[in-house]
């Protein structure tokens, strides 16, 4: 690999110079994804609480989910994890037009995980697949069923997605930024862009097998 | 600042001076920032809480409606666990503090630090619109169902507002870990760390690992309460024990975020009043990171009447016992440090003796509560209140104002008057014993809390309580002004080091110029050598013993 990029103009205060910079930076970084692990943490001991209570309800929710488009959805968020990767690279080198294009490649896949997102969702309420649980139209006590299930996986999909959301916001200004050449890329920005992006993409590594692959084993 | 201020150029001035400060980068004004923030909630808490002593005052509904009630004291747990008790330390003296003691600029990431002002801001503005059109009535734990099918009143709002607070305090404890990782001094290691940024290390921890856990918790209630999701309330589905173990794996370690870092004040005065060496520096460092590890593993003994396991709720008692151990080392080492001392009770070492009375109080009424046969009769009683104000107002808030004395001449470059400092010091401790001693004992005889009317029988120490309350709310009103009073006039100034203490903060001048040092500072020794500190300057308004 080439030499970093150190331009003095890169560091911010108050830290001395871009290595120490980049070791604040991603500290500050993995501490925030441990955060993240806490916080997806409470919906993952939801998930495993329920299942293991009704095991059967997970697996019959698991067989309604559509598996092709969500490995179709896992490889594109695999694939933009990697265009990320060449991201972080170019900036680190200083190569502007390069982190422009892999950040908006990156947008890209992103945006499509959405779309297919989206119209998953979509499909799922247009089917009356929905969690809502209406009190005044069933019995009194609610059985755990394919509503509690959709609870999980509308509640789990939707909060992963908003991340995602998030990450397409800054990618594009970002890739913005780098497009138009007024600054350099400050990579160590950049860099931990590449690790939260990362932990969107694990969060969804877990997300799926839980969720879809339930009741196909 | 008046006079000018009527002119164009001085109402320029004006906005000039406030746009820098909301803009602020400087750790120091951002601290200050806070400091008004947190003393505005502060007031506000206590002005409920002193309608409730006002109501309590009398055995039926006298001043307020029982509805009204529930209000009340949910608003003032909402307010003063999340817009007081928890940041309170942290980000005025750890925000102001951290850098200097460790001879760093700023903070690692000033704009974060200023971010999460405007967002504690914004969480705070939030519950503030919730309490003025009508409040919540669920307590501040939001069990459901009462936050769920039984809630009349503005969950959804309130909740996002502690919602940005939590966001807040990550934000902070994210930046006090990185700075305190990635900025020391040349020569500042871990172990020559002052036990202040210790203690805001353990907290940061806390902070960044629990906070998110509430945070997603309350995300759950409200979606919930919002779109009719079956998540908590066993009416839709729901699980309601799980909410309660989400929201104690979050709110006993929080307990801890609003002690540690007193204890880290308590530390730095202690030494500082009996010129001593901190006895048995690493026992108290270790302890305050094994408080910050147990704290984790304790969340059931709140769950001990829920129908949890009875396995479960053993081996949440027994844990809870284990966190008392290192407290306890914490006790005994401050004691050991004041054996044999040059012992000064200025303000400061007032609260500070104040707060090791009542936290070894509290900790050892907790310690009862976590026996699970007692607890089973205490729960929910008037002997939990009295508990854990004897560790929040008796102890947090006692080692908060112990800083907050103890650095304000740092802060502001002005000593305040002594006598003053002193006597808000001993009604505080007074008031707070009147207030909270009656209430061990009607917890005892039973009265339950969180109800506005009682049994006539429980009449006389109600009484006494309500009043020892008027006396703590003076203790509260004194300290204000004496701080306030030496901002105004000819007050006397304080020097680089008016207490004779060690530790890098008093090097710099005071106030500290905005890039904190002018020379970066180099460590050689440890943080407390008081055997080699400079002698204490004597204030105008109060003689030394
Ligand atoms: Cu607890």
């Known amino acids: 690999m080439a030499e970093l990029h150190a331009d003095a103009r890169l560091v911010r205060e108050p830290f001395t110079d871009v290595a120490h910079q980049r070791a604040a930076v991603s500290l500050g970084m993995w501490v925030f994804i441990a955060q993240e692990v806490l916080f997806f943490g409470v919906l993952f001991v939801w998930y495993g609480l329920f299942r293991a209570q009704h095991p059967d309800v997970v697996a019959a929710g698991g067989r309604a989910l559509d598996v092709p488009l969500a490995t179709v959805m896992t490889v594109t968020l695999l694939v933009s994890s990697f265009t990320m990767v060449l991201a972080v690279r170019s900036a680190m080198l200083g190569a502007r037009r390069g982190l422009a294009g892999w950040l908006a490649a990156t947008g890209l896949l992103a945006v499509a995980f959405l779309a297919m997102k989206a119209w998953e969702y979509h499909h799922h309420i247009a089917a009356g697949e929905v969690p809502v649980v209406d009190l005044h139209a069933a019995s009194s006590v609610v059985e755990a069923g394919r509503a509690q299930f959709f609870g999980l996986y509308f509640v789990m999909t939707g909060f992963h997605a908003l991340h995602v959301v998030g990450g397409v916001l800054v990618i594009a200004w970002r890739a913005l930024a780098a497009a138009r050449g007024r600054e350099l890329p400050r990579w160590t920005a950049i860099m931990g862009l590449g690790l939260y992006w990362h932990l969107v993409d694990v969060v969804w590594l877990f997300v799926f097998p839980a969720l879809y692959l339930a009741g196909h084993a | 600042m008046n006079t000018t201020a009527r002119t164009p150029s001085g109402a320029h001035r004006f906005w000039g001076t406030l746009r820098a400060w909301l803009t602020t980068k400087d750790h120091k004004k951002i601290a200050v920032l806070y400091l008004l923030t947190i003393t505005l909630f502060f007031v506000i808490g206590g002005v409920i809480a002193t309608i409730m002593r006002i109501e309590l005052a009398g055995p039926g509904e006298d001043v307020v409606s029982a509805e009204a009630y529930n209000r009340l004291f949910s608003l003032h747990g909402v307010i003063m ?30 704009r974060l630090n200023l971010a999460s002002w405007y967002v504690f801001v914004a969480g705070g503005a939030l519950t503030l619109v919730a309490m003025v059109t009508g409040g919540v009535d669920t307590g501040w734990t939001f069990y459901t169902p009462y936050s769920s099918t039984f809630s009349q009143s503005h969950v959804v709002l309130t909740v996002c507002g502690i919602f940005l607070a939590g966001v807040s305090s990550i934000f902070t404890g994210l930046n006090f870990i990185v700075t305190i990782h990635k900025l020391r001094a040349p020569g500042l290691t871990w172990f020559r760390l002052p036990l202040f940024v210790w203690t805001h290390y353990a907290t940061s921890i806390i902070l960044v690992l629990a906070t998110p856990v509430l945070g997603m918790t309350l995300l759950l209630v409200l979606i919930e309460h919002a779109v009719g999701i079956g998540i908590f309330d066993p009416a839709y589905g729901g699980d309601p024990l799980l909410f309660q173990h989400f929201f104690w794996f979050y709110s006993h370690p929080a307990v801890y975020v609003m002690i540690l870092p007193g204890m880290g004040v308590v530390s730095e005065v202690i030494c500082c009043f009996s010129r001593r060496r901190i006895f048995g520096y690493r026992f108290i460092a270790w302890a305050t990171l094994a408080i910050a590890v147990f704290g984790f593993l304790v969340w059931g003994h709140h769950m001990f009447v829920s129908g949890q396991s009875y396995l479960a709720s053993l081996v949440f008692s027994v844990l809870s016992y284990l966190v008392a151990v290192p407290s306890a080392i914490k006790v005994f080492n401050w004691l050991a440090t004041l054996y044999g001392g040059a012992i000064r009770l200025d303000t ?31 729960h929910d009683t008037y002997f939990v209140v009295a508990h854990f104000h004897t560790i929040m107002v008796g102890g947090m808030v006692m080692a908060y104002l112990a800083g907050l004395h103890f650095w304000w001449p740092k802060m502001t470059g002005r000593r305040y008057d002594e006598r003053l400092g002193r006597l808000g ?11 909270f001693l009656p209430q061990f004992i009607l917890g005892y005889q039973g009265l339950p809390r969180r109800v506005a009317t009682y049994d006539e029988r429980f009449h006389l120490l109600q009484v006494m309580s309500s009043a020892g309350a008027s006396v703590l709310a003076l203790g509260y009103l004194v300290p204000a002004v ?24 008093w090097q710099t001048t005071s106030p500290p110029p905005a890039e904190n040092f002018l020379a970066q500072p180099v460590v050689t020794g440890d943080a407390y050598d008081y055997p080699n500190a400079p002698a204490p300057v004597a204030a105008r308004g109060g003689a030394h013993g």
């Open chain 2, 425 to 435: 010091a001993v009604l505080v401790f007074v008031g707070f014993l009147l207030t």
């Open chain 2, 482 to 505: 004496a701080l306030v009073k030496s901002l105004f006039g000819k007050a006397e100034p304080a020097g680089r080091n008016p207490w004779g203490a060690t530790g890098l903060e």
């Open chain 2, 348 to 378: 400061p070492m007032l609260y500070v003796l104040g707060f090791i009375g009542l936290f070894t109080v509290g900790g050892v009424t907790g310690v009862v509560l976590a026996t699970l046969a007692v607890d089973v009769h205490l």
């Open chain 2, 81 to 110: 666990v999340w817009f007081f008790l928890i940041p309170a330390v942290p980000t005025v003296l750890g925000n102001y503090l951290i850098p200097l003691m460790i001879g760093a600029p700023d903070l690692a990431f000033p």
